[in-house]
DNA sequence: TGTCAACACGAAAACGTTTTCGCTATGAAT
DNA sequence: ATTCATAGCGAAAACGTTTTCGTGTTGACA
């Protein structure tokens, strides 16, 4: 087992200097030929590489980013990770990742962990707790700082920093539309509470294509599910959840789900309720994930681009980084959504 | 806009060293009552935390853990991520991810970024081009430079390791048996080609398990699909071979999937031909993931339990680092499968 | 008064780099 | 012969810690 070796190692093998060492292998100038040729030599030969954590020390920089997310067992979030590992390993940099699982204190301990050096900026994606107890101290905190931070998708305006988003409001409303277009005339919405921010828009966005359609939205209609984290007996009592609101709402010919899973609980109802899809009732989600593409009919849906997302946080995070003119000046990049049609509408 | 505050800046603003405001922060009994007291009020004041970067330098070691996978849009490997971070946090300890993209050169590229002293061990899945290439060199240095690699899932027996698998063999023997003993005369497989050693393991327990019941392989039920990775054309062309493998064979009234995905399209493309499930034909796939619990009919499946064999690697990459004798005793971890009834199967 | 332990603190090394600056020897130019 | 530029290299600082060792002051005790 032959260890890593340092320069000091190489210095005290050739008889050199540390500095002479350096400085060969980096090619200077100042370093006759000869030197520089045996220093290289005998750096391939014990394959040297510069010890990494030194240099982010004397760098004062780890060519690191952390990311923070809710969950990682998701198509979305794994999506936007993705993205972000792309442009990051392209630019030279590593991808430490920090799970909040939706809870406010991993967040913060999370951020806490990463912040003391290991990292030189934030990507991040806020947990639900969080958002429900507004409590963003830890952020202020941390570009106080200095430490720069990119918010994607769950965001929050209060944070001044950059952020990456998608239009909730205007993809959810070209989905409704399109089942207004379609011919659905009773739309229904399965939607979070509210403090869900994507949740909001989304509904709102419904609410504006229906006030499009000069439709008056039906507050029946409108089914505002508790939560998104979904447990095996949750996931019970959102399909009664479900059916009750296509029993009571026998007139539904439309559904628009604002996440995936969602949707294809209601798909399932409605076709135990034997209905056809998507002769009898329409649907679409939001979130384009593995379950629309092999579902049965295949769900159309408003996708997210999770992996441009990603890409598009990780390229303003590193270019802040690597800018060194320090006005601050934040920038929020929208990304558009898509509207994939499959077979879940006609 | 306040930086972190370092020992030294504390030490001038205090009028004392360096020494004395390490030693105070710490409880050192060298310390007067008085000065620690001032020094950890200011401490507190200013929010000091030491540098991980320093510590890591110092240490040796920077109690993180460095993770390749082939990808991270798939519920497997996001399940064992998942495992991973669960004990990794519980001990103190990172968690930094590269993605190899089931590419030799960027596995190899991503190890090497990591293994100049950003990380104190491995835990990796091999890449599929790795595995037909079955060039292993990068594994062997790693190893051989001291730094400790846990390997799970895609293993391969000539490196000298710790490693997390599940019994493959055992798992798809258990499910085959499954559907013979429901009652299916003939049962076709879909794999993958053999160099996935899981493909190949999954492969030979079907055939154990055919021999148990002392039935004759058919190699016309065998279908070895080309590749995992699948693109949109290539799932067009994966549901004409598996149409061509029902038409082929009429007499199929059972399919075994060595992952979720072929069995999913196997259940469509036999439903479009008018097949029952389960009453003309049943079906098993292989690692539980979304799509298997909503498919409908839901797959009965071989649930893998990733999170488990993380959170296996995990403990035993971390007892490896953290056990000072220098004995080396490569341990293997075989996590137990599952299988779950759902509604595809009698 | 002289000795010694205990106390409280500081200096410095070490981790592995890079970089600035200074030094010496050589040869050329005056 | 003296000056001077230059080539080639080394010493040391710096990044932020922790820890070992040394040192000065105090008080107690013989």
Redesign the interface.
Do not use: W
């Given at each position: 087992?032959?260890?890593?070796i340092t320069l000091k190692q190489i210095a005290r093998e050739l008889d050199v200097s540390i500095s002479t060492v350096s400085k060969a292998l980096r090619d200077s100038i100042e370093i006759s030929e000869d030197t520089r040729q045996k220093v290289q030599a005998f750096a391939k030969l014990y394959?040297y590489?510069?010890?990494?954590?030194?240099l982010?020390?004397k760098n004062r920089k780890?060519k690191?980013i952390g990311v923070i997310i809710p969950?990682?067992?998701?198509?979305f979030f794994?999506?936007v990770?993705?993205g972000i590992?792309l442009v990051a390993?392209k630019r030279g940099y590593?991808?430490?990742?920090?799970?909040s699982n939706e809870s406010f204190d991993k967040e913060v301990i999370?951020m806490?962990?990463?912040?003391?050096?290991?990292i030189d900026g934030f990507i991040l994606s806020i947990a639900k707790e969080t958002l429900q107890q507004q409590d963003y101290h830890h952020f202020k905190?941390t570009i106080?700082?200095?430490m720069p931070i990119v918010m994607f998708d769950r965001i929050v305006n209060e944070i001044h920093c950059d952020k990456v988003i998608i239009d909730d409001l205007k993809g959810s409303k070209n989905a409704v539309s399109k089942l207004l277009s379609n011919g659905c005339k009773n739309v229904a919405i399965i939607t979070t509470k509210d403090y869900v921010s994507v949740g909001k828009l989304r509904t709102q966005g419904y609410l504006e294509a229906l006030e499009a359609y000069e439709i008056t939205p039906d507050t029946d209609l409108i089914l505002k599910v508790d939560d998104e984290l979904v447990s095996d007996d949750r996931l019970e009592s959102l399909e009664r959840e479900i059916e009750g609101l296509f029993q009571n709402n026998k007139n539904i010919d439309g559904v628009f789900a604002v996440n995936e899973?969602y949707a294809?609980?209601a798909m399932?109802v409605a076709?135990n309720l034997g209905m056809k899809i998507p002769d009898d009732i329409q649907f679409i989600g939001f979130t384009d994930?593995?379950?629309s593409k092999?579902?049965?009919p295949s769900l159309s849906t408003v996708s997210q681009h999770g992996q441009e997302m990603g890409e598009a946080a990780a390229k303003l995070l590193i270019d802040n980084l690597e800018r060194d003119d320090e006005e601050e000046r934040y920038t929020t990049i929208v990304i558009e959504t898509e509207l994939i049609e499959r077979n879940s509408t006609k």
């Amino acid at each position: 087992m032959k260890k890593k070796i340092t320069l000091k190692q190489i210095a005290r093998e050739l008889d050199v200097s540390i500095s002479t060492v350096s400085k060969a292998l980096r090619d200077s100038i100042e370093i006759s030929e000869d030197t520089r040729q045996k220093v290289q030599a005998f750096a391939k030969l014990y394959n040297y590489r510069p010890n990494n954590i030194a240099l982010s020390l004397k760098n004062r920089k780890t060519k690191t980013i952390g990311v923070i997310i809710p969950e990682i067992v998701h198509h979305f979030f794994s999506k936007v990770i993705s993205g972000i590992e792309l442009v990051a390993n392209k630019r030279g940099y590593n991808v430490i990742i920090g799970l909040s699982n939706e809870s406010f204190d991993k967040e913060v301990i999370n951020m806490q962990m990463l912040a003391n050096g290991s990292i030189d900026g934030f990507i991040l994606s806020i947990a639900k707790e969080t958002l429900q107890q507004q409590d963003y101290h830890h952020f202020k905190e941390t570009i106080n700082q200095g430490m720069p931070i990119v918010m994607f998708d769950r965001i929050v305006n209060e944070i001044h920093c950059d952020k990456v988003i998608i239009d909730d409001l205007k993809g959810s409303k070209n989905a409704v539309s399109k089942l207004l277009s379609n011919g659905c005339k009773n739309v229904a919405i399965i939607t979070t509470k509210d403090y869900v921010s994507v949740g909001k828009l989304r509904t709102q966005g419904y609410l504006e294509a229906l006030e499009a359609y000069e439709i008056t939205p039906d507050t029946d209609l409108i089914l505002k599910v508790d939560d998104e984290l979904v447990s095996d007996d949750r996931l019970e009592s959102l399909e009664r959840e479900i059916e009750g609101l296509f029993q009571n709402n026998k007139n539904i010919d439309g559904v628009f789900a604002v996440n995936e899973l969602y949707a294809i609980i209601a798909m399932k109802v409605a076709r135990n309720l034997g209905m056809k899809i998507p002769d009898d009732i329409q649907f679409i989600g939001f979130t384009d994930g593995v379950l629309s593409k092999h579902a049965t009919p295949s769900l159309s849906t408003v996708s997210q681009h999770g992996q441009e997302m990603g890409e598009a946080a990780a390229k303003l995070l590193i270019d802040n980084l690597e800018r060194d003119d320090e006005e601050e000046r934040y920038t929020t990049i929208v990304i558009e959504t898509e509207l994939i049609e499959r077979n879940s509408t006609k």
